[in-house]
Structure formats: C-alpha cells, structure tokens
C-alpha cells in the first residue's frame, strides 16, 4: 500500500514532493496578507462545512477524470494488486493532493476572516473525508454506467448538508465515512479508470483535418470543458437582472468583460500538450490552427454576451446601440488575448487538469478585459479606440496568414 501511495503522491506532488513546501510557503504568505487587512466576518460552522464538501467534491471528482491521471492508472493495473489496498492507497493520494493544493485554500480564507473554534478541527477533517469518498464511490458508479444510483448517492450527501444542527451533521458524516470506506473497500479498481472514448483523434492529420472539427470532438469527449459555458450563460442571465435591480446599467462594459472569463475553452491547446508540440513542427500554423482557434473561441463570446444582453432587453425593456458594438469588440478582443496566450505562453507544467484549470494564467485576459471595460465607463471615445486596435489587430493576422510558420 505504502509504495502504491508514493507512486500516486509522486505523480500529483512531485517526484520528492516539492509542491507541499511550495504551497505551504503560499498559503503561509496568503494567511499573513489577509489577516493584516484586519476583517473579521461571522461565518455559520454549517456553511463552512458545506463550502468544504462541495469544493473538495468538484476537485475530487474533476482530479479522477484527467486524462493525465487515466495514464497513470493504466500502468499501475500491469502490477498485481489486491483492490481493497490500491484504493485506498490511491484515495489518500487523491486527498492528499486536493488537501495541499486546493481545499486548504479555502480553510486559509476562513481562518483569516472568521473564528476558528475546536468544532471546525472535526467539522473540517469530517467534511473533507466525505466529499472525497463521495467523489470516489460517484465516479466508479459513473464509469460502471450506474447514473442512477449515482444521482441516489448524491441525493443521499446532499441530504446531509439539509441537517439544521451541526451535531447531527457531525455524527451522519462519521456513520456516512464509514459506510463509504467499506463501499470503497469493496469497489471493483477497474472502475477507476476511464477508458478514453476519443482514439487517435489528437493525432488526425492537420492537414487533410478541420481544426473546428478536432475542438468539437475533443469538447464532446471532454464534457466538463463544456460546464463552465453553461454556466456562464446562466450567470449572464443572473448578472443582468442583478445589475437590473441595482440600476447600474453604465455598468454592462464590466460585465462583458467578467463574462470573459471562460477558462476551459481558452486552454485547448495547453490541455493537450502532445499535440501543441506536433502543431509547433508543422506550416501554416496561423490559418490552420490559430484563426479557427480565434473563430471558435469569439463565437462562444458572442453566444455568452447574446444571452447576457437579450436578459437585459426583456429586465430593462432596451439596449442602447453601443453596447451592441461594445459587445462585439470586447469578443474579439477577448479572443484575440486568449488565443495569443495560449499559442504563444502556453501552460505545460500541469500534472492533472485540475492544475490547468486553476492556474493564474487564467486571470490574465479577465484582468485586460475589465481594464478595458473601465476605461470604456469612464470616457464614451475609449470604445471607438479599442474597435480601432481591433481592426488593426485582425487586420495583421490576415495580412500574416500565407507563409507564417510563427506567430
């Protein structure tokens, strides 16, 4: 078990764990910078446990799906094992991985902002070990083709986070870890290992190949690239009937730019480094891979900020010309950025697509973008400034189209 562990922990934390001095430096400078600000907010012990769960679920559960981590486990299964030990060696990897690197985060915050009582010790380490379990049990139910007793098993958790008191939470997360470590115990190893649907398809050919065509196979093979989206387009619809209700309507600017913060679509290419490599080696990387990259990327934009600002049509009753452009602009802009990055500073160092998805690259062209957007707030010729750097950015890509073999 022991080696089975060190052989898990490597892969997620380094060859000699490098990243638990690395994140506990970060976490210790995080807690001495928020702690100097002097706030102090009372937070519920039942909200803290359920900010836990449902965080160290997500993590969990998006840490067992990575492909990094299925070519792991595919060389792991030509050793003998007995299931019930690799489990559990590969859960407390897991954990320890999410423990470091994520969830930890989350308890930094809270001891820099609220009280820290003996309770929260138990209420922590009970929440953590049942999300995680939950994660693990739900993703072999998933992969066995079981959608219903999954859905049953999250329905059942979900239950718990209802209990009013903290005491009667406590106690069902102690009887429900123990229930899920047997079920683990039991649980057929196999069913973590998600066999890739999408073969061969990362090496097609480029050029006898659409590039659209590989993003749209490789988002239905990635689903969860796709949950970000949907859920962008339900917070445009929230956003405007917030900024509504607030009657902030000079307001909408900043919104398309936070809209823009669409990670999974803006890292395909890092997401699969192989092929950026092949890409990098071939000719007319621009017109083959980079616009249609663009393209894909300002459609989705344009989908995002449509809904956003039909929202506001049918909350405000109308929509002033301009922000019709601005929305137009600020697409393009935030593709144009995304892509840059992505081709040119792309993010190799990533052990699983957790990594990926968090790392702080990902606030780059948010960051550009809400500039943008309060310059747009503050003075009515910046939008027509913007559309001209536009123009003249699109009007160098294609001036550049033919015979580029960099960008």
């Known amino acids: 078990m022991i080696s089975t562990f060190h052989g898990f922990a490597k892969k997620l934390l380094g060859a000699s764990y490098d990243r638990l001095w690395k994140h506990a430096i970060t976490l210790t400078a995080i807690y001495a910078a928020l702690s100097s600000l002097d706030r102090h907010y009372e937070v519920s012990l039942l909200v803290f446990m359920t900010a836990i769960t449902v965080f160290t679920f997500g993590i969990v559960l998006k840490t067992l799906a990575s492909d990094d981590n299925r070519r ?34 989350i308890l930094v915050f809270y ?44 329905l059942l958790q979900a239950a718990l986070c209802l209990l009013p008191e903290p005491s009667y939470r406590l106690t069902g997360l102690l009887i429900s870890i123990i229930l899920q470590g047997f079920v683990l115990h039991r649980t057929d190893s196999y069913r973590f290992y998600k066999d890739s649907r999408m073969k061969d398809s990362h090496a097609a050919p480029l050029r006898s190949s659409s590039f659209l065509r590989y993003i749209v196979r490789y988002l239905i093979s990635h689903k969860s690239y796709l949950y970000n989206t949907l859920a962008l387009c339900v917070f445009a619809g929230f956003m405007a009937f917030m900024l509504e209700q607030m009657h902030l309507g000079s307001y909408l ?37 980079v616009v249609p990259y663009g393209l894909f990327i300002l459609i989705v934009n344009l989908f995002i900020y449509m809904i956003f600002l039909v929202s506001w049509l049918l909350f405000h009753g109308s929509v002033e010309i301009v922000y019709y452009v601005i929305s137009i602009v600020f697409a393009a802009q935030s593709a144009i950025a995304a892509v840059w990055l992505e081709w040119k500073y792309p993010v190799h160092k990533w052990r699983v697509e957790s990594d990926l998805w968090h790392h702080p690259r990902k606030y780059a062209v948010p960051l550009m973008m809400c500039l943008l957007a309060a310059a747009v707030m503050s003075m009515d010729a910046a939008v027509y400034l913007i559309a001209l750097l536009v123009g003249i950015e699109v009007a160098l890509i294609f001036n550049r189209r033919r015979g580029i073999r960099n960008v």
């Open 253 to 289: 600017p900043l919104a398309f730019a936070v809209l823009s913060f669409n990670t999974p679509i803006g890292i395909l290419l890092s997401s699969n480094r192989g092929l950026h490599r092949k890409i990098q080696m071939l000719p007319g990387q621009l017109q083959r891979t």
């Open 111 to 154: 001891l820099a902002f609220s009280s820290f009582t003996a309770m929260h010790v138990p209420a922590f380490l009970l929440s953590f070990l049942n999300a995680g379990l939950t994660a693990f049990i739900v993703f072999a139910l998933l992969n066995g083709g079981k959608r219903i007793a999954a859905s049953l098993w999250i």
């Open 72 to 105: 792991k486990l595919k060389g792991a299964f030509m050793l003998p094992f007995r299931p019930g030990i690799f489990n559990a060696a590969y859960f407390y990897a897991v954990a320890l991985y999410t423990l470091v690197t994520k969830t930890s985060y």
